[in-house]
């Protein structure tokens, strides 16, 4: 049986008296690519939010990796091993590439204060791994452009990639991308594709959430519907596809 | 000459103390977009302490050569547990507030620092001991003693340092990514409150340091000395570009010498109706100058981007 790395049981997220998510519970197994569609307004990003401790549910269930978490906070989710990226692109953008990712490095580095003021041995070993590994990071994601241009200045592709870098120097076991394709052209779609099936090869669990529909069937293992807030179908594309209730939620119900 | 000269000298002394608070409203705007008007009172207590700690030790007989340096280190620590104090107590409540609260809590901060020194300290003037011997320099004419050059070098070697710490340190770096944008860097692992409570801690060391040299320049501390202190550096933050720390460095240096030129010159250019009694004015007519013309300072960002 697989490990599930993401467990959420009856998430239920309301904003005042609107109800956002109803009674969701999805699991995503270690190493696979989970995907999550659903029309315009389903709950998609609300759910991302919740994963990613943006948002506190209001009520269920959340574990991951075998613990169980309350309130989560971000960058204590972060350390445990959540990276996601955004629907906007949220770059520093007045900091360099390399500057981005070297920060996506801080949940598993630790020189503070005194570090930084007396930059002793090991801040200074900590500062250069980090600024080897955010490198590395920056060739693996394709950005060729020197990594002291400043975020603001690549070109959206690169941004999007430079995003993904950023998330991957937490080091994460769950990669979570908000519609990474949204805005790409079909050649850097299809380059998106061959990055993210790179990214789980290493065994990193990838979850994202997409309009493009093509995308997802092509790339996810399994994949899950909302609607109105409620899960209203899982399993492989294919299954999926051919859900009536997928049907009805994406073409409209047929009432006669 | 001689008078152009001595104003340059004096106005590079005090614009490097008006950068140093600068700095400290310009680092706690640039990541929570919020004036600290606090901040000229932790000046003050700054000064005060360091007088305190002075006075104590020069009592059990320590040279004043280890005491100073001691009292200021002691000051720098009471200021950064006051600094981290005020913002985990006045402000991190209000975090999620509309702007104008934190504003407000801001005032009130400040009011209630000057009233409880008020009351520890006295509402007399402290003269600050002269402990090192103050040897006046002759330059072409004008003078410049020790202790100001003492004031110009700490002053510039501090401003060094900071930028280090921000551009070139895990920390800074936190500290620049949580300015843009506080989501991503939580959600890059980032402790926001942490860093939050270390910009404070560190705006409040180098308010510490400023105070204590302008009660060693001027030979006075007084519980009142942080507020019109505390509006100048302001000023000169806002000159520079509020938010922007070379811009904060630029604005105190800039609005020094303003004024002690403007303070030099101001009796020959009215025919004596004005005099240096008006150097106060300077400051202000800068502010209101900067907001009229040029409200982004001159190194700052158009306001869009901020936005």
Known sequence: MTPHLLKLSGIGKQFGGLSALTDVSLHINAGEIYGLIGPNGAGKTTLFNVITGLYQANSGEFRFNGHSYQTPKPHLLAQAGIARTFQNIRLFANLTALENVMIGCHVRTHAGVFGALLRNKATRTEERASMQRARELLRYVGIDKPAQTLAKNLSYGEQRRLEIARALATEPLLLALDEPAAGMNATETERLKVLLQNIRAKGITVMLIEHDVKLIMGLCDRVAVLDYGRKIAEGVPDEVRGNPAVIAAYLGADDE | ?307
């Open chain 2, 1 to 307: 000459m001689e008078i152009f000269l001595q104003q340059i000298i004096n106005g590079l002394v005090q614009g490097s103390v008006y950068a140093l608070v600068a700095l400290g409203y310009t680092m706690v705007y640039g990541i929570l977009g919020l004036i600290n008007f606090a901040h000229g009172e932790v000046v003050m207590v700054g000064a005060m302490l360091a007088l305190s700690a002075l006075t104590a030790m020069t009592g059990w007989g320590l040279s004043p050569l280890l005491a100073l340096p001691l009292s200021l280190l002691l000051a720098m620590a009471g200021c950064m547990l006051l600094g981290y104090s005020i913002e985990r107590i006045a402000y991190r409540p209000l975090r999620h507030a509309p702007r104008l609260a934190p504003l407000i809590t801001a005032i009130g901060v400040s009011i209630v620092l000057q009233n409880l020194a008020m009351m520890i300290w006295g509402r007399e003037y402290h003269a600050f001991p002269q402990l090192i011997a103050n040897q006046p320099h002759h330059i072409a004419g004008a003078i410049i003693n020790d202790m100001q050059i003492i004031i110009i070098i700490m002053a510039l070697a501090i401003m060094a340092g900071l930028m280090v710490v921000v551009h070139r340190t895990r920390l800074g770096r936190a500290m620049r990514a949580v300015a843009e944008n506080q989501h991503a860097a939580q959600l890059m692992g980032v402790d926001v409150n942490r860093v939050i409570s270390i910009t404070f801690m560190l705006g409040s060391a180098l308010a510490a340091v400023a105070g204590l040299m302008v009660s060693a320049n001027y030979g006075l501390a007084h519980y009142y000395m942080g507020f019109l202190l505390g509006l100048k550096a302001f000023t000169a933050a806002v000159l520079g570009g509020i938010g922007n720390l070379r811009g904060a460095m630029l604005g105190g240096l800039l609005l020094g010498l303003i004024e002690s030129l403007g303070a030099g010159y101001i009796g020959d250019l009215t025919g004596g109706f004005m005099g240096s009694q008006y150097q106060d004015v300077f400051a202000f007519f800068v502010l209101i100058a900067v907001l009229v013309f040029r409200p982004s300072g001159l190194l700052g960002e158009r306001l869009a981007e901020r936005a």
